[in-house]
Structure formats: structure tokens, C-alpha cells
């Protein structure tokens, strides 16, 4: 009887595993966006493009880490 090829499992933790910090780097980016189209606070959309860049950033760097 033949045993099914061993998973290969991943020495990165769960937490740090792409599609998490995915979708948390696309919640920063639609913050930003809500920020940038709110019409309440001045300090709101003075930030709304450094979260919007900080978003980007992040799930650039995130795209390349292992599913």
C-alpha cells in the first residue's frame, strides 16, 4: 500500500500568512479612501493618503509572502 505524498507545511506562522495580512491591507486602503471623501474633519482627510500609501505599501510587501 503507497502512502499519499506528504503536505509540505509552512514555517510561517498562520498569522503571517498572505491572505490575513491581504485583507488587513485592504481595510487600511478603504479607510484611507473613506477618509479622503469624508466632508467632517480637516485631520481626517490630511491623513487619508498616508494611510492610503501605508495600505499599498503593505499589501505589496504581503503579495509575496507564501499562501
Not at 506528504?6 to 498569522?15: E, L, T, Y
Not at 481595510?27 to 477618509?35: D, E, N, Q, R, S
Not at 498616508?50 to 509575496?64: E, N, R
Request: charged share 15%; proline share 7%; glycine share 4%.
Amino acid at each position: 500500500m503507497t502512502r499519499p505524498p506528504a503536505v509540505k507545511r509552512s514555517a510561517w506562522p498562520r498569522a503571517l500568512r498572505r491572505s490575513y495580512l491581504e485583507n488587513i491591507a485592504t481595510v487600511v486602503i478603504g479607510i484611507g479612501f473613506l477618509m479622503l471623501f469624508q466632508p467632517f474633519t480637516l485631520m481626517l482627510y490630511t491623513w487619508s493618503f498616508v494611510t492610503m500609501l501605508a495600505g499599498t505599501v503593505m499589501f505589496i510587501i504581503v503579495s509575496k509572502f507564501p499562501e
